[in-house]
C-alpha cells in the first residue's frame, strides 16, 4: 500500500510538471492558406498571424515570456497581427496578477505592415466594472475593434466585443462590417458568435476553448468552454457558407498547466479562390 501511495505521489508530481512544462514551452506555429471569396483582383497574398488567450499572469506568462511570445511572432515577418482577446488574467491560481500596464507593455513591440488589430475576451472584463485595458492598447499602437470594422490592406477585419460580458451585438458588427469592401474576416475571442452571424462572413478568427488546455487520452478535454461543446473546439472548423478557426492560445486559465493541448500561434496566408 506505501509503495502505490509512492508511485501514484511520483506519478502525479511527473503529470504536474509535464503540464507546467508544455503550459510554458514556445507556441508551436500553425501554417494555413485559406483562399477567401471576393478577394480582390490583382491583391497580392497577405500573410496574418492570429495570437490569443495570453492570460498574462504568473508563474507561467510573466511580461518576459510574452515579450519573447512578440519576438517570435516579429520574425515571422507578417502583414498583419490579430489579437483574440484575453491578455490579462483574473485566474485564482496564480503567482501574480498583472494590471493593464504591464500585460500589455510587451505588445508594443509588435511589427506588420498593417499594425495590430484586437479584441477583448472575458478576461478583459471586470463583472459590473468594464475593461480598463483599450487605452493601454492604443498606446501601444493596436487598434482595439469593439463591434467594428477597419480596412487593413485587402482584408476587412470585423471585431465582435466579449459575448460573456453581453457586449457583443451582431447588427452593430454586420453594419460596420457592411460599409467596408469585401472579403470580411471576423475576429472574436470565442468561436460562439460563429452561428450568429450573417452567411456572407466567410470565416471567423478565435481563441477562448485554449482547445481543452486539459486533454485527457481516451476521454478528451472535460471542458470546452464553448456553449457548443467540441463543435468549435480546435483549429479549422469548415462548416457550410462559412470557415471557423480556433487556436490553442498561448497562456492558461484556471490551473497554469497544459497537457495534450500545446500552446500555438497561426500564421495564415490569405489569397483568392484558385482558378
Not at 52 to 70: E, K, N, Q, T, W
Not at 164 to 181: E, S
Request: hydrophobic share 45%; with cysteine; aromatic share 8%.
Amino acid at each position: 500500500m506505501k509503495r502505490l501511495f509512492l508511485l501514484l505521489a511520483v506519478l502525479a508530481i511527473g503529470i504536474v510538471a509535464l503540464g507546467y512544462a508544455t503550459a510554458t514551452r514556445d507556441p508551436v506555429v500553425r501554417r494555413l492558406t485559406l483562399h477567401l471569396r471576393d478577394w480582390p483582383a490583382g491583391a497580392a497574398p497577405m500573410r496574418v498571424a492570429l495570437i490569443s488567450d495570453l492570460h498574462v499572469a504568473g508563474p507561467d506568462m510573466p511580461p518576459a515570456r510574452l515579450a519573447r511570445v512578440v519576438a517570435q511572432v516579429n520574425a515571422l515577418h507578417p502583414d498583419l497581427i490579430l489579437i483574440a482577446g484575453d491578455i490579462e488574467q483574473d485566474r485564482f491560481v496564480s503567482t501574480r496578477i498583472y494590471g493593464a500596464a504591464e500585460a500589455s507593455a510587451p505588445l508594443a513591440a509588435l511589427r506588420a505592415r498593417y499594425g495590430t488589430v484586437a479584441v477583448l475576451g472575458n478576461h478583459d472584463y471586470v463583472y459590473g466594472v468594464g475593461s480598463d485595458l483599450p487605452p493601454y492598447l492604443a498606446a501601444n499602437g493596436i487598434t482595439v475593434l469593439r463591434n467594428q470594422a477597419v480596412r487593413r490592406g485587402a482584408l476587412t477585419i470585423a471585431g465582435a466585443d466579449d459575448l460573456y460580458h453581453g457586449k457583443f451585438w451582431p447588427d452593430r458588427l454586420t453594419r460596420a462590417a457592411a460599409r467596408l469592401p469585401k472579403p470580411v474576416v471576423v475576429l472574436s475571442h470565442t468561436p460562439d458568435v460563429a452561428p450568429m452571424l450573417p452567411d456572407w462572413f466567410p470565416l471567423v478568427l478565435a481563441g477562448h476553448t485554449h482547445c481543452g488546455q486539459i486533454v485527457l487520452p481516451f476521454f478528451g478535454p472535460p471542458k470546452t468552454a464553448s456553449r457548443y461543446g467540441r463543435r468549435y473546439l480546435c483549429g479549422l472548423i469548415r462548416e457550410p457558407g462559412r470557415d471557423v478557426l480556433v487556436t490553442a492560445g498561448i497562456g492558461t486559465s484556471g490551473v497554469p498547466l497544459r497537457i495534450g493541448a500545446v500552446p500555438d500561434l497561426w500564421l495564415l496566408t490569405f489569397d483568392g479562390a484558385p482558378r
